[in-house]
């Protein structure tokens, strides 16, 4: 089994967030905080190569002071910094830092600190991130986690690494004493192309981004076991499976 890595993990993520409709449903109450704000200055950890980020920026684009994204990976970082140039030019002030949140060192202070699916992939301490980025806020900053809850397609990742999801932060944060809500997003996932061709090169990346694993020279017959275990959490006869995520506002 190979792990995803650079350039085809991004290809799969893409396939991934097309076949998804978490991000629209995040960009929703993404709305609803810009509601009535402008000058916005927004940190995004972990921002990977924007494939959130950018929709989000494109959005907020008239409401945004400036943009600042910290990842650990140089090559997302470069990809995040192009694409950002690409789509706003001098229109946006913005900044890519490739460091890990931990060495991010900064005098800004920001209306919006943001982890879009970065908890469970962040390598450290949930309550030194939580403590650090409030102390990155602006008065009436906030900050905002969007979580996968345990279920539907994140069963798989849960059973595989037991990564850090949103039961996780819950008691976390109980602990703290930091008041905080939280809004549970039922997104779903489209897993039609995984009962498509076979050859379909968008099938193998779905099923590479979906286990994490660089699917394709493997064998037919273990690719075909891969999907059926995705296909097997369809809701009926439908082709979606849950893609449930929970937002934390703190
Ligand atoms: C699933 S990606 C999310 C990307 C982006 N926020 C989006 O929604 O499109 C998670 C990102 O977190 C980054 N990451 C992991 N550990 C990190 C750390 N300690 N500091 C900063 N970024 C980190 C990874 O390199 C990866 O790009």
Same mark, same amino acid.
């Given at each position: 089994?190979?792990?995803?890595?650079?350039?085809?993990?991004?290809?799969?993520?893409?396939?991934?967030?097309?076949?998804?409709?978490?991000?629209?449903?995040?960009?929703?109450?993404?709305?609803?905080?810009?509601?009535?704000?402008?000058?916005?200055?927004?940190?995004?950890?972990?921002?990977?190569?924007?494939?959130?980020?950018?929709?989000?920026?494109?959005?907020?684009?008239?409401?945004?002071?400036?943009?600042?994204?910290?990842?650990?990976?140089?090559?997302?970082?470069?990809?995040?910094?192009?694409?950002?140039?690409?789509?706003?030019?001098?229109?946006?002030?913005?900044?890519?830092?490739?460091?890990?949140?931990?060495?991010?060192?900064?005098?800004?202070?920001?209306?919006?600190?943001? =982890?879009?699916?970065? /908890?469970?992939? &962040?390598?450290?301490?949930?309550? *030194?991130? #939580?403590?650090?980025?409030?102390? %990155?806020?602006?008065?009436?900053?906030?900050?905002?986690?969007?979580?996968?809850?345990?279920?539907?397609?994140?069963?798989?990742?849960?059973?595989?690494?037991?990564?850090?999801?949103?039961?996780?932060?819950?008691?976390?944060?109980?602990?703290?004493?930091?008041?905080?809500?939280?809004?549970?997003?039922?997104?779903?996932?489209?897993?039609?192309?995984?009962?498509?061709?076979?050859?379909?090169?968008?099938?193998?990346?779905?099923?590479?981004?979906?286990?994490?694993?660089?699917?394709?020279?493997?064998?037919?017959?273990?690719?075909?076991? =891969?999907?059926?275990? /995705?296909?097997? &959490?369809?809701?009926?006869?439908? *082709?979606? #499976?849950?893609?449930?995520?929970? %937002?934390?506002?703190?």
């Amino acid at each position: 089994m190979i792990p995803l890595s650079g350039k085809y993990y991004v290809e799969c993520n893409e396939v991934f967030r097309r076949s998804t409709n978490q991000p629209d449903r995040m960009l929703d109450e993404m709305r609803k905080f810009a509601q009535g704000r402008s000058g916005l200055r927004i940190l995004s950890v972990g921002s990977g190569v924007g494939l959130f980020e950018i929709p989000m920026l494109l959005m907020l684009k008239a409401k945004t002071k400036y943009f600042v994204g910290v990842d650990v990976n140089n090559h997302a970082c470069q990809v995040l910094r192009n694409r950002l140039q690409e789509e706003f030019g001098s229109s946006l002030d913005f900044e890519v830092e490739n460091l890990s949140f931990d060495e991010y060192r900064t005098d800004r202070r920001f209306e919006i600190v943001l =982890f879009n699916h970065a /908890f469970e992939y &962040l390598d450290g301490n949930p309550l *030194s991130w #939580i403590q650090k980025s409030r102390e %990155l806020l602006a008065e009436a900053g906030i900050v905002l986690i969007f979580s996968p809850n345990r279920g539907g397609i994140n069963r798989f990742y849960d059973e595989l690494f037991a990564p850090f999801l949103s039961e996780d932060l819950k008691p976390l944060l109980a602990r703290t004493g930091i008041n905080y809500s939280t809004t549970t997003i039922d997104a779903e996932c489209d897993l039609s192309l995984l009962d498509g061709d076979e050859e379909d090169s968008n099938r193998i990346r779905l099923l590479s981004f979906l286990t994490q694993t660089d699917c394709r020279n493997l064998p037919p017959s273990t690719q075909r076991e =891969f999907a059926g275990y /995705f296909l097997s &959490l369809r809701k009926g006869e439908t *082709s979606m #499976i849950p893609h449930p995520t929970t %937002l934390f506002v703190l």
